[in-house]
């Protein structure tokens, strides 16, 4: 086949993603008031309430039917949304673009597209949307911490800090289960090496009282953590991917990282 007829295919990307609160506009012609953030953020203003809106009416329905257990996910052919409320009346909205195959046709007809549903996993993509929370809480604290310390504009200003770089660092193309599980790479190390960095960490810690909690980790893998282990993962996943990304250059990975971390 000509290199010009072959098959074309395409990952999954990230459409829209945007945060809400419905009860900040109640009354017909404030829904705007309702978003406080939307990436992609050019897009136009109508839209944006048309999309909140619509997913609005579908949290409320599915609450008819399990008042307690509101919608997780709607599947559409060409698209899959997530939806997730980590605070009360705040809801997290993640719209990907199902994986699809481009096959040409003959005589200059268009394209056929074919959308693979059954390659995105509601269970991988929903813990990448809870992730997301997880790491802007980790930095900034909680929603409701913002509001009560500046309202809606302290928390519309962090919110588009934090995830205008954020979302950057999402690869949604290669999202398996070790987002599900916020899997910890370790580096294995034989005991007198382990007792000699742990004994390290303690004079650190001893000598600077500013610090409370220390992570050891060389080339992408961790050694040794004062952390929580939920606070560690979500910290690890930030580390191994925005900050000191992967596909970053090898002579900036191959080093030893302490991380001095000051619990919010």
């Not at 993640?94 to 003959?106: A, C, F, G, I, L």
């Not at 220390?214 to 690890?236: C, H, K, P, V």
């Not at 000191?244 to 030893?256: A, G, I, L, T, Y």
Request: charged share 25%; glycine share 4%; proline share 5%.
């Amino acid at each position: 086949m000509a290199s010009g007829m072959q098959e074309k295919q395409y990952t999954p990307s990230l459409l829209s993603f945007f945060i809400y609160n419905p009860t900040f506009g109640p009354r017909e012609g404030e829904e705007e008031k309702k978003i406080l953030f939307y990436h992609p953020s050019d897009v136009e203003k109508n839209e944006k309430i048309r999309n909140v809106g619509l997913c609005e009416a579908i949290v409320q329905f599915t609450r008819t039917f399990c008042p307690t257990k509101p919608a997780k996910s709607l599947h559409t052919q060409k698209n899959r949304q997530f939806f997730f409320e980590p605070e009360d009346n705040f809801w997290i909205v993640m719209v990907v673009r199902n994986p699809m195959v481009e096959k040409p046709n003959k005589d200059g007809k268009p394209p056929t597209i074919e959308y693979q549903e059954d390659e995105i996993l509601d269970t991988v993509y929903g813990a990448v949307v809870r992730q997301c929370y997880s790491m802007y809480k980790l930095f900034n604290g909680t929603f409701g911490r913002a509001m009560e310390a500046g309202g809606v504009d302290l928390l519309t200003q962090k919110l588009e800090k934090f995830f205008y770089r954020y979302l950057q660092t999402l690869h949604l193309q290669s999202c398996d289960l070790l987002d599900v599980f916020g899997g910890i790479s370790f580096f294995p190390l034989d005991k007198m090496t382990y007792l000699k960095i742990q004994s390290f960490v303690n004079r650190v810690e001893e000598s600077l009282s500013l610090i409370k909690y220390t992570a050891f980790l060389y080339n992408d893998q961790l050694i040794w953590s004062g952390l929580e282990q939920d606070d560690m993962r979500i910290l690890y996943k930030y580390l191994t991917t925005s900050l000191f990304p992967r596909h970053s250059e090898p002579e900036v990975r191959h080093k030893n990282w302490i991380y001095k971390y000051t619990k919010h």
